[in-house]
């Protein structure tokens, strides 16, 4: 599956964001899908991540309550809503994906084999 992330772009502390992360090549529905970021000179960091249904979903603490993660499996597509945003949310963030039919959400990086090329997100203050 190929995956493309979109919806980044340079928002104001406080503004919001919807990213998108489309998948081609197969069908999504079976897909656990996660987000990461990665801010400049710091490590890859896990965000949010969603089972296949989209029944359950598992956020890190530093975006719950601002941020929303859904799918529309007949469109291939998971959304991240990003509220609230944050000068310290400036990342640049990449979807990845893996074949999970159990329902378990994934939140190690490690463990998904597909990824997106990422989109930058700039809050300024």
């Known amino acids: 599956v190929q995956l493309q992330a979109s919806g980044g772009g340079l928002v104001q502390a406080g503004g919001y964001l919807r990213l998108s992360c489309a998948a081609s090549?197969?069908?999504?529905?079976?897909?656990?899908v996660g987000w990461f970021r990665q801010a400049p000179g710091k490590e890859r960091e896990f965000v949010v991540a969603?089972?296949?249904?989209?029944?359950?979903?598992y956020y890190a603490d530093s975006v719950k309550g601002r941020f929303t993660i859904s799918r529309d499996n007949a469109k291939n597509t998971v959304y991240l809503q990003m509220n609230s945003l944050k000068p310290e949310d400036t990342a640049v963030y990449y979807c990845?994906?893996?074949?999970?039919?159990?329902?378990?959400?994934?939140?190690?990086?490690?463990?998904?084999?597909?990824w997106g090329q990422g989109t930058e997100v700039t809050v300024s203050s």
């Open positions: 990845a994906a893996r074949v999970e039919p159990s329902g378990w959400v994934i939140t190690t990086q490690s463990q998904y084999n597909y």
């Open positions: 090549g197969r069908t999504f529905s079976s897909y656990a």
């Open positions: 969603i089972n296949w249904s989209g029944g359950n979903t």
